[in-house]
């Protein structure tokens, strides 16, 4: 092939185009299947977020609205039932019947106290009864230790809390802010992607927690002690619980309360209760571990962030989900693993269409040297053929004895010319895979015996001596082999000593005979110049020579050592160079046994 050069040019500029055809797509493939990943991740912990505040507002709804279910008069420690929706605050008069305040008795979780502010600023608690209440209180309802607590809570509010700013605070949150849910949007059919389509739900969803909140804070007359609601013309006014943060210890959001103003004939009083804020925050962050197990809740202050997604609906507060576990990365996508498997096939096909290409090139190669030394074989002999028989023809040959001699060269060369023909159809014969031969059970003897005269005859044309060694009783043994082939390889080898070591000093070319395990072992050795190093490793390949090296070396085409290692091969033996041998070269023909 001339030129290859500019074929392993064409093949690398196709194969740069696919490869960057390859990546252009790989990397746009990875780019949207990366967003596809981080939108599906986003929508998986929106999902998370909406569940978790939905049970975390379900538990604070049932808190606010046991509160907002409380009546005016249970933040007294005792009231007299018989003006609990008139005159409540006014002074006791002799005989009237006082009842205990359900909150002195009542166990409530997460509150640390319930309070109460008047007019003038003072605070009082009904878990803190005074005077001879407190007696009253300690002997029948409740314990000193409990009342000494509540009084310690008390003590810390009275410091920190005053009406006027408790006031402004609750006055500032506004009613539409609370207790007015907002319209549900309607989600539009222009979304641009995913994330926006998670937002929208995720408002959809705060809002409709907030409307569920405000209707279950709305439920009063939960609680079956209370008396019955006051008339419409009733001086007493309720409002519902607002949560606040006010200035207190418990983190960047102080105190939380839920405070509602309170009107009694037409004073303002401001009722609550002190929210215990840490326990509180860790029974919400447990009912959604399963969902957000490394998730936080922190304060919002008021007016800022109120429609956030991610508030909670029944308070100031803004979850913060932290990191989501169970969410893949990707690397094990459809699309990547569709991308390895492309990009493998690609490789495997670019490195087979290589391996052909090199093949294809090297068999060029290979059989325009065949072709050369072939047609340099057959002129040799031609050439002799068209001389010598025009000389006999014409008659100028007329001693005898010379007539003798180129009779028998003329039947040298014809041998020479029967071998190269029969060697090149038995290869073409093995390439279309018939080899034409048939293995069957036969004794080593028999064949060495069959092949004998042939070699010693080809080795007496050389100047040379075929000798015969047998070790043991190697020709008895019975072996598994094609006798037409085997004394073909033969007769290969026999030849290549006699091209390369007629010249030796020591003409003997040895034929051996041994046994080892399971095989016997032919050995075909000369004491000629030997196979160089640089030669072994092309040794067995077919047409290595090309018409130069037939012409500046032995005859021949490199044909009879390719086709005698695959003959070997084919019958289940071997043939390879001996190479602790120095002097001279060495081939080993093994054959299996019958045994």
């Known amino acids: 092939m001339k030129r290859p050069w500019l074929t392993w040019l064409a093949f690398g500029l196709c194969l740069a185009v696919v490869f960057a055809a390859m990546g252009w797509v790989s990397v746009a493939l990875i780019r949207l299947d990366r967003a596809e990943i981080e939108a599906r991740r986003q929508a998986a ?3 998370n977020v909406r569940l978790a505040l939905w049970r975390m507002d379900s538990l604070l709804s049932r808190i606010i609205a046991r509160e907002n279910a409380r009546p005016y008069f249970s933040y007294s420690a005792f ?8 005159k409540l605050f006014a002074e006791l008069r002799q005989g009237e019947i006082l009842v205990p305040s359900p909150l002195l008795t009542e166990n409530t979780p997460y509150i640390k ?11 009082t608690s009904p878990q803190v009864p005074t005077g001879n209440q407190r007696d009253l209180a300690e002997s029948k309802y409740t314990s000193y230790k409990k009342i000494n607590a509540a009084e310690q809570n008390l003590k810390m509010l009275q410091t920190r809390l005053k009406f ?19 319209g549900r949007a309607v989600i539009s059919n222009n979304l641009k992607n995913m994330q926006e389509l998670q937002q929208k739900r995720s408002m959809d969803e705060y809002r409709a927690r907030q409307d569920s909140n405000i209707k279950g804070s709305q439920g009063q007359g939960q609680l079956g002690y209370l008396p019955e609601p006051p008339q419409p013309q009733s001086p007493i006014g309720e409002n519902t619980m607002k949560p606040v943060w006010a200035e207190g210890t418990e983190g960047t959001g102080g105190a939380l309360l839920l405070v509602r103003p309170v009107s009694v004939n037409k004073v303002e009083y401001l009722q609550g209760c002190w929210l215990d804020w840490p326990k509180l925050k860790k029974d919400l962050l447990e009912s959604a571990k399963d969902l957000l197990p490394a998730a936080d809740i922190m304060p919002v202050e008021p007016g800022t962030e109120l429609e956030s997604p991610r508030m909670l609906a029944a308070l100031p507060a803004k979850l913060l ?5 169970g969410l893949g990365n990707g690397a094990t996508s459809p699309v990547r693993i569709t991308l390895i498997i492309a990009w493998c096939c690609v490789l495997l096909g670019a490195a087979a269409v290589a391996v052909l290409l090199s093949g294809a090139m090297s068999l060029s190669e290979r059989r ?37 001699d180129y009779l028998k060269v003329l039947a040298s060369e014809a041998d020479r010319l029967s071998h190269l ?28 015996e069959r092949a004998k005269e ?3 005859r080809r080795a007496e044309q050389a100047g040379m001596e075929l000798a015969i060694e047998a070790q043991g009783d190697s020709l008895s043994l019975t072996v598994m082999a094609d006798s037409s082939a085997v004394e073909r390889i033969l007769f290969n080898l026999v030849d290549n000593a006699c091209k390369y070591a007629s010249g030796a000093s020591d003409k003997t070319i040895h034929l051996q005979t041994t046994t080892e395990k399971d095989a016997a072992v032919i050995r075909i050795r000369d004491h000629g110049p030997g196979v160089s190093g640089s030669d072994e490793g092309q040794l067995f390949k077919p047409f290595r020579k090309s018409a130069k090296e037939a012409a500046n070396s032995a005859p021949g085409v490199g044909l009879g050592l390719a086709l005698s290692h695959r003959l070997a091969r084919e019958m289940g033996g071997d043939l390879y160079l001996d190479g602790s041998i120095t002097t001279g070269a060495c081939f080993v023909l093994k054959l299996p046994s019958a045994s």
Do not use: C, W
């Open 79 to 86: 009231y007299p039932a018989e003006r609990a929706y008139t």
């Open 321 to 325: 989900p932290g990191a989501v576990p």
């Open 454 to 456: 042939q070699l010693a």
């Open 113 to 123: 106290l319930h309070f109460q502010f008047a007019p003038d600023g003072t605070i």
């Open 45 to 47: 912990i929106e999902e």
């Open 368 to 404: 325009g040297a065949f072709v050369s030394a072939v047609t340099h074989e057959l002129r040799t002999p031609l050439t002799t053929f068209r001389i010598y028989s025009e000389m006999l023809k014409e008659g100028m040959v007329t001693d005898e004895d010379k007539k003798k």
């Open 421 to 448: 023909v029969e060697n090149v159809l038995a290869y073409a014969r093995l390439e279309r895979g018939r080899a034409g031969g048939r293995i069957e059970k036969i004794k080593l003897g028999d064949i060495i």
């Open 164 to 182: 006027a700013t408790l006031t402004t605070l609750v006055s500032g949150i506004r009613q539409d802010e609370v207790a007015q849910p907002a």
